[in-house]
């Protein structure tokens, strides 16, 4: 499936909820969700949303959490069948893993704006698990693993302008702890339930990839 080129805000009221593509923005009034809760192509909120088969229901669920993520369908497919092979609620195992990708990881320590922002900043060789540097967005983090911007790019005023901002910062997933003044997080355990996103519903997704 080729990159979606619909803007982040368009993708958000196709979906009728906040994905959270563009960080902070999607807190304030300016949200288009906020603005213009209605899809894209009606010029008002009066005509409701079309009702949708079980397939076409089941398709938009993932289509939701595949945004959610900011993953290519490869990348997320590979995700699911990851978690449908290991023990457990096969559902909760695909949130935890996609949770647990560093790209994730990061973006949830508040090193970057947008899971999009922390894939480009881990590409470019920013940061380092467990004192290795590290430039796979996919890599799933591991309980008691050290995430941390590499010691060349903390210097850099992107960095210096993040950690100024994570003196500010109120909310971590319960799973992680932060170090806003080194730069640098870490793994405390996998996430529990309340960690994991609850706006989606997994089992349709499930159903989607067993037909």
């Known amino acids: 499936m080729g990159r ?5 805000c368009t993708q958000c009221r196709r979906a009728g909820e906040k994905l959270f593509l563009k960080g902070e923005r999607c807190n304030t009034p300016k949200c288009a969700i906020v603005k213009r809760n209605f899809p894209p192509g ?10 949708s088969s079980d397939y076409g ?3 938009t669920e993932k ?6 993520y900011q993953l290519m369908e490869k990348q997320f497919r590979l995700t699911f069948e990851k978690a449908s092979n290991k023990p457990g609620d096969a559902g ?19 090193f970057a704006t947008s899971r999009a922002q922390a894939r480009q900043l881990i590409n470019h060789g920013h940061f380092q698990v467990n004192g290795v540097k590290t430039d796979i967005p996919s890599f799933i983090v591991k309980e ?24 500010k910062k ?6 992680l702890n932060l170090n806003g003044a080194e730069l640098k997080g870490k793994v405390l355990h996998e996430p529990v339930e309340t960690d994991l996103p609850v ?11 067993s037909k």
């Open 170 to 175: 109120t909310e971590l997933p319960g799973w």
């Open 42 to 51: 009606f010029h008002g909120p009066t005509r409701g949303r079309r009702k």
């Open 4 to 8: 979606n080129l619909d803007s982040k």
């Open 199 to 209: 706006n989606f519903n997994v089992q349709m997704i499930i159903e989607y990839y």
């Open 63 to 68: 289509q939701k959490l595949k945004k959610y």
């Open 144 to 167: 008691g693993q050290e995430i941390a911007v590499r010691p060349g790019s903390v210097k850099s005023l992107y960095f210096k302008q993040i950690s100024e901002s994570l003196k």
């Open 57 to 59: 229901t089941q398709l």
């Open 92 to 110: 909760k195992n695909f949130l935890r893993l996609l949770e647990m990708r560093l790209d994730s990881t990061v973006y949830r320590l508040g």
